[in-house]
């Protein structure tokens, strides 16, 4: 039994649920009729084939066990009693979903519906529009009869810039007499209001009427515009270094994260005369590692060149091998042809033998070719190993040049800083100092083993770092050439298999 109230409907019967069953039942009832339905009940319904999908009127409380329905077009779930939305996740094919007449509060869970376009959410308990971001192919939103109270909360549809048709009636909103020009002002892209078409007039209208407002939002937009090319720009640039393995090796990335495991880094900085050996060590330091960034990123360049080489030598090794199997297949043909036009001249048991002949030596010339082919791309794969491996052998021996460099530095700053901070140690144990040390200074200067402890734990601290980065890039380059020349030595054993394969499978059926 079913009483509706406030535009929903209540049951007093237990919550249906989306078992098993009942989709068979939905899919049988709802496909194809007469003997296309017969035969398609008899071979059994595979779910991924399914384009469409009613489950209205079914008193359903919780959305579950959809992920089946992978290439799912169309969904309906309209009048039931669900109260969350979830369990849609895998339909990223889904383009239409109906999820009006129920008891949604929140919207949620649809973000992964990349594809949709057409969206009811009508007749619900819906107080705001939220969390759906991840529609950026929306162009029909039906969203009224809710509880949508803020005219504001419009603006987060700006953000939709292919949406055209929209449905807000019957929401609190719309009793606000800036409605509708409000909407119109907010949503450029929008053609349909409420079932109304957007008159132009109307639309200057609703310009000017919140001309001040569109201005300043034009320019908040802009600025947020520039500030995600920015942020696109700084993860492109990021994916490159990393692909080249000198990612954390730009600017003073790399000096800065050394110092951060350094806890007494900033003490030692309030020593006099130290502030001016750090900054000269700072840039000698950035220097050489702008220079392995700068061999990293020609490398690169140089690798993915290498990789084109492969392939275009592939293509062509492939292709002319094909042009010479395409012949021999084309002449036997045509041999083929011209026996079937001597059989009222030749005896049937001769044509028999002379074309089983024919076969065997297409076979045999077939297999010579792919054997050679296979020589080929072998030589073409060696050739390309031989290569890849001696560009990342030499990538690899500036690494270790470049880091014994970083080494040295750091060997000869803390030589320096020790022998400058034991000076200045002296004189703050005879009080002969010119300045106050700070306190935080001065727990490292009661005597000389507890300064040269801390300059020497900071200064493995350093070194350790520079370890860490030498091994993290070479190890990264070391697996990837690894897993490249293993991909493509698998990728010729598979093809080289499923030729010869077909070849005796095409041979067996000819010789029949």
Same mark, same amino acid.
């Given at each position: 039994?079913?009483?509706?109230?406030?535009?929903?409907?209540?049951?007093?019967?237990?919550?249906?649920? !989306?078992?098993?069953?009942?989709?068979?039942? /939905?899919?049988?009832?709802q496909?194809?009729?007469?003997? =296309?339905?017969?035969?398609?009940?008899?071979?059994?319904?595979?779910?991924?084939?399914v384009?469409?999908?009613?489950?209205?009127?079914?008193?359903?409380?919780?959305?579950?066990?959809?992920?089946?329905?992978?290439?799912?077009?169309?969904?309906?779930?309209?009048?039931?009693?669900? %109260?969350?939305?979830?369990?849609?996740?895998?339909?990223?094919?889904?383009?239409?979903?109906?999820?009006?007449?129920?008891?949604?509060? &929140? #919207?949620?869970?649809?973000?992964?519906?990349?594809?949709?376009?057409?969206? @009811?959410?009508?007749?619900?308990? #819906?107080?705001?529009?939220?969390?759906?971001?991840?529609?950026?192919?929306?162009?029909?939103?039906?969203?009224?009869?809710?509880?949508?109270?803020?005219?504001?909360?419009?603006?987060?549809?700006?953000?939709?810039?292919?949406?055209? /048709?929209?449905?807000?009636?019957?929401?609190?909103?719309?009793?606000?007499?800036?409605?509708?020009?409000?909407?119109?002002?907010?949503?450029?892209?929008?053609?349909?209001?409420?079932?109304c078409?957007?008159? %132009?007039?109307?639309?200057?209208t609703?310009?000017?009427?919140?001309?001040?407002?569109?201005?300043?939002? +034009?320019?908040?937009?802009?600025?947020?515009?520039?500030?995600?090319? %920015?942020l696109?720009?700084?993860?492109?640039?990021?994916?490159?270094?990393?692909?080249?393995?000198v990612?954390?090796?730009?600017?003073m990335?790399?000096?800065? =994260?050394?110092?951060?495991?350094d806890?007494? =880094?900033?003490? *030692?900085?309030?020593?006099? %005369?130290?502030?001016?050996?750090?900054? @000269?060590?700072?840039?000698? *330091?950035?220097?050489? /590692?702008?220079?392995?960034?700068?061999?990293?990123?020609?490398?690169?360049?140089?690798?993915?060149?290498?990789?084109?080489?492969?392939? =275009?030598?592939?293509?062509?090794?492939?292709?002319a091998?094909?042009?010479? @199997?395409?012949?021999?297949?084309q002449? *036997?043909?045509?041999?083929?042809?011209?026996?079937?036009?001597?059989?009222?001249?030749?005896?049937?048991?001769?044509?028999? $033998?002379q074309? $089983?002949?024919? !076969?065997?030596?297409?076979?045999? $010339?077939?297999?010579?070719?792919?054997?050679?082919?296979?020589?080929?791309?072998?030589?073409?794969?060696?050739? *390309?190993?031989?290569?890849?491996?001696?560009?990342?052998?030499?990538?690899?021996?500036?690494v270790?040049?470049?880091?014994?460099r970083?080494?040295?530095?750091?060997?000869?700053?803390?030589?320096?800083?020790?022998?400058k901070?034991?000076?200045i140690?002296?004189?703050? #144990?005879?009080?002969q100092?010119?300045?106050?040390?700070?306190?935080?200074?001065?727990?490292?200067?009661?005597?000389? &083993?507890?300064?040269?402890?801390?300059?020497?734990? +900071?200064h493995? /601290?350093?070194?350790? +770092?520079?370890?860490?980065?030498?091994? @993290?890039?070479?190890?990264?380059?070391?697996?990837?050439?690894?897993?490249?020349?293993?991909?493509?030595?698998?990728?010729?054993? $598979?093809?080289?298999?499923q030729? #010869?394969?077909?070849?005796n499978s095409?041979?067996?059926?000819?010789?029949?």
């Open positions: 039994i079913a009483v509706r109230s406030m535009s929903h409907l209540y049951y007093t019967v237990e919550p249906g649920v !989306i078992s098993e069953a009942l989709l068979h039942q /939905c899919v049988q009832e496909g194809p009729e007469g003997e =296309a339905g017969r035969i398609a009940r008899s071979e059994g319904i595979d779910f991924r084939e384009n469409t999908l009613r489950l209205d009127f079914k008193n359903i409380l919780r959305i579950e066990h959809l992920w089946q329905f992978r290439n799912l077009r169309r969904l309906q779930l309209d009048n039931n009693i669900i %109260e969350c939305i979830n369990g849609l996740d895998q339909l990223v094919n889904l383009e239409w979903l109906d999820l009006s007449f129920n008891n949604i509060e &929140d #919207i949620s869970g649809l973000n992964a519906l990349v594809n949709l376009r057409d969206l @009811s959410l009508a007749h619900n308990r #819906i107080a705001k529009i939220q969390n759906l971001e991840g529609l950026t192919k929306l162009q029909t939103l039906s969203i009224a009869g809710n509880v949508i109270n803020e005219l504001e909360n419009i603006s987060y549809l700006r953000q939709f810039t292919q949406l055209q /048709c929209l449905v807000l009636r019957e929401n609190p909103l719309a009793e606000d007499k800036r409605y509708p020009h409000y909407v119109i002002a907010y949503i450029p892209s929008l053609i349909y209001l409420d079932f078409l957007v008159q %132009e007039d109307s639309r200057q609703a310009l000017a009427m919140f001309q001040d407002m569109m201005e300043e939002l +034009a320019l908040v937009e802009r600025e947020q515009a520039r500030k995600r090319l %920015e696109t720009a700084a993860q492109q640039k990021g994916k490159t270094l990393k692909e080249a393995y990612d954390g090796l730009a600017g990335a790399l000096f800065d =994260a050394m110092f951060e495991e806890k007494d =880094a900033q003490c *030692f900085r309030l020593m006099p %005369e130290i502030p001016v050996l750090l900054d @000269s060590y700072a840039t000698k *330091f950035e220097m050489v /590692c702008e220079e392995l960034k700068d061999i990293g990123l020609r490398d690169l360049q140089r690798r993915s060149e290498e990789r084109v080489v492969l392939y =275009a030598s592939h293509e062509e090794t492939c292709t091998n094909q042009k010479v @199997s395409v012949r021999k297949v002449e *036997f043909e045509e041999m083929k042809q011209k026996l079937k036009g001597s059989e009222s001249s030749t005896p049937s048991h001769e044509i028999i $033998k074309l $089983k002949d024919a !076969i065997d030596r297409l076979y045999h $010339k077939l297999m010579q070719l792919e054997m050679l082919l296979v020589e080929q791309i072998e030589e073409v794969a060696k050739d *390309f190993e031989r290569n890849y491996s001696e560009l990342v052998s030499t990538f690899l021996e500036n270790q040049a470049h880091m014994t970083l080494r040295d530095l750091e060997n000869a700053h803390h030589e320096t800083v020790l022998e901070a034991q000076m140690l002296e004189k703050f #144990i005879k009080n100092l010119d300045i106050e040390l700070p306190d935080e200074l001065r727990v490292l200067m009661v005597d000389k &083993d507890t300064l040269v402890g801390a300059l020497n734990a +900071a493995d /601290c350093h070194l350790l +770092a520079i370890d860490n980065k030498e091994d @993290s890039i070479v190890s990264r380059a070391k697996k990837d050439r690894d897993s490249l020349i293993e991909s493509i030595q698998n990728s010729e054993l $598979k093809h080289n298999k030729k #010869i394969l077909k070849l095409t041979w067996s059926n000819e010789g029949r």
